[in-house]
């Protein structure tokens, strides 16, 4: 970075999701050029602008465009592998973002698998266990979802041959309906209470 984007830098309400936004978005051929960046300073002043701009981005719902800019953050993060313990301490940070980005995406599974990578690294994390516990509970509730449309299709697919059509299928095609209707109602209620009261990491 020049000097006077150094200064401008000391001015910004780093708190702001806009003030970020604004600042890291009019310069961004600036912080574009990073890859031929060598020099430690310039890598980890660079890698904290990126994780503000990332967050402010989250703050902001702009989920998908945060994800591509934490690939960013990743290439930076190879060049200090030297320097462990700054690695590692990014290494996290990044794969909570990427967490907490996955599960706004929907795409509930994989950050279910960050946030259980992340418990590893640090057990008595308190917040990675949140996140990890309702990755797992809204993955779940997707999936019964799905299996209750399946079992109404079932069950008023059934109910319309036999009005429409006077046709009788098996008894037990309609109770196979009834079983995946009642288990997308109940199944997230049980599940939540043992995932609540018996905590099993895995």
């Known amino acids: ?17 806009d003030s970020v936004i604004d600042f890291y ?4 051929d600036t912080f574009s050029d990073y890859k031929s960046i060598d020099d430690e300073k310039l ?14 981005l989250i703050e902001k719902s702009r ?6 800019f ?3 953050i990743d290439i930076l993060n190879q060049k200090i592998k030297d320097n462990l313990d700054l690695y590692k301490k990014y290494e996290e940070e990044k794969d909570f973002f990427l967490g907490i980005v996955y599960g706004r995406l929907k ?3 994989e950050s279910t698998s960050i946030f259980r990578r992340l418990i590893t690294v640090d057990p008595e994390n308190d917040n990675y266990k949140d996140w990890y516990t309702n990755m797992r509970l809204k993955s779940v509730n997707k999936q019964t979802i799905a299996l209750g449309i ?20 098996p008894e037990f095609v309609f109770l196979v309906g009834l079983i995946f209707v009642f288990i997308s109602i109940l ?11 018996k905590f099993v990491w895995k």
Do not use: C
């Open 150 to 169: 399946i079992g109404f299709i079932i069950v008023f697919g059934d109910i319309a041959l036999k009005i429409l059509f006077h046709m009788n299928l």
């Open 25 to 28: 978005e009019q310069n961004t």
């Open 63 to 68: 989920f998908t465009k945060a994800k591509e």
């Open 1 to 17: 970075m020049t000097e006077e984007l150094k200064i401008i830098a000391e001015k910004i309400d780093w708190k702001d999701p």
């Open 107 to 109: 795409n509930y599974s």
């Open 70 to 72: 934490i690939t960013d």
């Open 187 to 197: 199944f997230p209620y049980a599940y939540r209470l043992w995932i609540i009261t």
């Open 43 to 56: 890598i980890l002043d660079m890698i904290n602008i990126k994780f503000h701009y990332v967050n402010s």
